[in-house]
């Protein structure tokens, strides 16, 4: 009896390479704990009536690993509804990813074309995955709060870590703020 199954649902190409560089090949999704739990709940054992949401909607394939006690316990089958849900978290997911890793580097005084770049290297986007100007209309959409957070939270940091160090306030006060 093997220890995993698989299922393979449809996506977006950058629902796709996101998961696939930061689960494997094929998506273990035990690294991503929230979308794990949701994947598990988006399964189901019997087959249901297909809903409206047409598979085509989606242009790539991805194999995503089911533990053997998930599908026995919960099962191996999704309709359109779950995997339009399942994808709408994961992209969700990832936009979140590039936004805090994208606004950190500029509040840093990186430009922004240079932290998308780097962005698409590090997590593994080419560009017809993920092209950057999609990325750059995505940040100018929802970007703004972020860099504003980003930017409180660094100052904030960086007051208490210089008055911890230049004595003014304890090593013990750092450390619980921590």
Known sequence: MPDNYTIQI??????????????????????LPE??????NCLNKQPHIEK??????YSEIVTIIIPSDCFYRTGWEMDRDNIYKLN??????MKFVMR???MLGNSLGVP???????????????????PAE???????????????????ALRSEIRITLLAYSGIISKKLLLKNK
């Open 35 to 40: 979308l794990y739990h949701e994947f598990k």
């Open 112 to 130: 922004i074309s240079t932290c998308i770049s780097e962005f698409q290297e590090k997590f593994g986007f080419q560009e017809q995955a993920w």
């Open 88 to 93: 709408k978290m994961a992209e969700s997911r």
């Open 10 to 31: 449809p996506c977006k190409k950058n629902v796709k390479a996101y998961l696939e560089s930061s689960c494997g090949i094929p998506v273990n999704l035990i690294f």
């Open 134 to 152: 999609s990325i750059k209309k995505e940040l100018y959409r929802n970007g703004g709060k972020v860099k504003i957070k980003t930017i409180d």
């Open 52 to 57: 409206s949401i047409p598979t085509t909607f």
């Open 100 to 102: 805090q890793y994208v």
